[in-house]
């Protein structure tokens, strides 16, 4: 069975600084992983993916995810936090050997980035 | 850009009520999602289809129904609203893997 966790609620960074945001997965197959990011009062905005390649996944507003096979994670990372990166960050997966269409989502990691 | 539209951003209906959330997305996209989200439970999947007329059941596909007459349409019904279904519902588009979202329904049921 297909499951995503994010292990922290909430991270707390001072703008200027590096931010991580944390995901480790499970899936039988080969995972095809996503972060999203969410806006008070919107809907969620694709940020990035990994489906095969590098390891190292470039995507938008500067943020980067590293795929870890060995340790199932695929970790959010911005080498310098903006106030405006304050928002509600969610990983997903789906296993991309299966055809399923189903997708698994995280419960959640809210970025708050201190000025 | 992908648009995904929702026809509500607020819902408000009594217990009993049939309702009805409508999401429509312009980019052709074959696969379409219907998701409701929750504090400290994230997006969890109702049903979702990848053709018209067919349709799969997600993780909590108890108490709800789609419709998908249309390629570009996907409906949500609420067979008779309870207060539990008080949520965030969040409908998706995809062609292959990236999924774009509409701005959300957050309905309340009393």
């Known amino acids: 069975a297909q499951s995503v966790a994010q292990p922290e609620d909430q991270v707390n960074v001072a703008e200027g600084n590096p931010l991580t945001v944390k995901c480790t997965y499970s899936v039988s197959g080969n995972p095809y992983l996503f972060w999203y990011v969410q806006y008070p009062n919107r809907g969620l905005q694709f940020l990035l993916k990994?489906?095969?390649?590098?390891?190292l996944v470039k995507g938008s507003y500067g943020f980067e995810a590293e795929f870890n096979k060995s340790q199932t994670s695929f970790h959010l990372k911005k080498p310098s936090a903006l106030v405006s990166d304050s928002a509600l960050y969610f990983c997903a997966v789906r296993d991309g050997a299966s055809g399923t269409y189903k997708y698994i989502f995280g419960t959640g990691t809210r970025l708050k980035v201190l000025a | 850009d992908v648009k995904v539209t929702q026809s509500s951003r607020y819902l408000v209906k009594r217990t009993g009520e049939k309702v009805f959330l409508e999401c429509v997305q312009d980019?052709?996209?074959?696969?379409m999602f219907w998701y409701r989200q929750d504090p400290g439970l994230g997006l969890r999947l109702i049903y979702f289809s990848y053709d018209v007329k067919m349709k799969e059941k997600g993780d909590i596909p108890e108490g709800y129904s789609v419709s998908r007459e249309k390629k570009e349409r996907f409906s949500l019904i609420l067979e008779s609203a309870s207060t539990n279904q008080t949520s965030m519902y969040l409908c998706?588009?995809?062609?292959?893997?990236?999924?774009?979202f509409g701005p959300g329904t957050r309905l309340t049921v009393t």
């Open positions: 990994y489906i095969t390649g590098d390891n």
């Open positions: 980019m052709d996209h074959e696969n």
């Open positions: 998706a588009s995809s062609l292959w893997v990236e999924q774009y």
